[in-house]
């Protein structure tokens, strides 16, 4: 829930700001631009656009909607675990090695 109130203090002022604090996204699609959109390029950018539209359908549901299932509501309150933070560095380096 800290992250997602950070990320609404940016995504409030303006959308291009919240955009601009997504600086892996812009990564991505440089790096499918260089590779020539390889498959796994492509896979790497698909991912990041699917965390960044999940974001910003989050940050839009809890803060301006303010509509929450009890069942996220739940998701959101509840500790996360230490190595979840983590799966990116694991994961899209792995992307970017198969796809040069």
Do not use: C, H, W
Request: charged fraction near 10%.
């Amino acid at each position: 829930m800290g992250m997602l109130i950070r990320m609404n203090k940016y995504y409030s002022k303006s959308i291009f700001l919240f955009l601009i604090m997504q600086p892996t996204f812009y990564f991505s699609i440089g790096f499918a631009m260089l590779t020539n959109f390889n498959i796994y390029a492509i896979i790497l950018l698909f991912l990041k656009t699917v965390d960044v539209a999940t974001k910003i359908l989050l940050l839009e549901q809890v803060f301006k909607k303010r509509e929450l299932t009890q069942e996220l509501s739940l998701i959101l309150l509840a500790p996360i675990n230490s190595f979840l933070p983590y799966i990116g560095l694991l994961l899209y380096p792995v992307l970017i090695i198969l796809a040069i």
